[in-house]
């Protein structure tokens, strides 16, 4: 796992495709959002991020948030960022 380079620990990311203002975006937004509610869902997360993602940079976007699951994806180059905020992971491409 690579350093997030936003100096928050707990965010670690495991593989990153993706262009450094996505990057970023993804992380700031996922902290923002956890911080305002430590009893999120998964599910809602994954959908709010994947709207972001959507409005702001084109569609289509996939997200999947989660403790416990595995992928084999296809992605454009360029777009995909699969990181941990603390113990929940978080796939988007």
Request: a positive charge; proline letters at 2%; aromatic letters at 12%.
């Amino acid at each position: 796992a690579r350093p997030n380079n936003m100096g928050d620990k707990r965010i670690r990311i495991e593989k990153s495709n993706i262009d450094e203002d996505m990057r970023l975006k993804a992380i700031e937004f996922v902290i923002q959002r956890c911080n305002r509610s430590n009893k999120f869902q998964d599910v809602e997360l994954a959908k709010e991020l994947k709207k972001v993602f959507d409005d702001t940079f084109f569609p289509t976007w996939q997200c999947v948030v989660g403790k416990n699951f595995g992928s084999d994806i296809s992605f454009e180059d360029k777009h995909m960022l699969y990181f941990h905020f603390n113990s929940t992971a978080i796939l988007l491409w």
